[in-house]
């Protein structure tokens, strides 16, 4: 059974539109994280939460915003969406938000493309 | 700029050989580093990390260098096999702050 479910798979979406990106983790983990990996651009750190508590945000724009309503739930709110937010998104979890068990557990990723 | 540099796009190896991989960085403050695997249209699965305090760490056929001095980490993958083709990313990373650096990755060829 997969351990962290990100849904939905793919998803397209017009210009200025709204989306939720869903973050789900079953892994009993206390952190959780969002990456984005656009064409040909490394994977990149978005958001960190640790029991449900922003804990750093390396996004410029405020139309991202993370959304937390259980420990082991992280979705991502994207509004007025541009074609330069089309990227995988990925959903990332740790045990713990310090290094003494630092190893991030990665979902299987959004692919959004906005036209 | 880029905090974590791949600087090879690509390698291809021989069945049996060994699979050296680089990685440069460039914040001192890091003290954690990683190599993740990476298939096509998948997410990274963690490989093997090392904290600053050694550097050197064996698992299996793995084996991480740390290089603090230079700032370069390596990924050393010996008798290498078909199954170990794909897309290899590095990442480190400040204990203080939880946050890991990518570098842009290194698609490992392993030819029979």
């Known amino acids: 059974d997969p351990k962290i479910i990100q849904k939905p798979k793919y998803l397209v979406a017009v210009t200025g539109s709204e989306k939720i990106l869903i973050c789900e983790q079953y892994l009993g983990h206390n952190a959780m994280y969002w990456y984005r990996q656009s064409a040909k651009k490394p994977l990149e750190f978005m958001f960190s939460?640790?029991?449900?508590?922003?804990?750093d945000n390396q996004t410029a724009s405020s139309r991202f915003q993370p959304q937390s309503s259980k420990k082991n739930h992280l979705d991502l709110q994207i509004t007025a969406l541009k074609p330069d937010d089309s990227a995988t998104y990925f959903c990332?979890?740790?045990?713990?938000?310090?290094?003494?068990?630092?190893?991030?557990?990665f979902g299987p990723g959004t692919r959004l493309t906005v036209l | 700029g880029q905090q974590v540099k791949q600087s090879s796009p690509s390698l291809t190896v021989q069945e049996g050989g060994i699979s050296i991989l680089n990685c440069d960085y460039e914040?001192?403050?890091?003290?954690?580093f990683a190599w993740y695997k990476k298939y096509p249209d998948n997410s990274p699965t963690l490989l093997i990390s090392?904290?600053?305090?050694?550097d050197k760490r064996e698992d299996g056929r793995l084996t991480v260098f740390l290089n603090k001095s230079g700032k370069h980490f390596s990924l050393h993958i010996t008798a290498s096999q078909p199954e170990d083709t794909a897309v290899y990313l590095c990442?480190?990373?400040?204990?203080?702050?939880?946050?890991?650096?990518f570098g842009s990755g290194t698609k490992l060829t392993v030819e029979p």
């Open positions: 914040n001192d403050m890091f003290d954690y």
């Open positions: 990332a979890s740790s045990q713990d938000w310090d290094w003494g068990d630092a190893e991030q557990f």
């Open positions: 090392v904290r600053s305090n050694v």
């Open positions: 939460y640790s029991y449900q508590k922003l804990m």
């Open positions: 990442a480190a990373g400040d204990a203080n702050y939880n946050v890991l650096y």
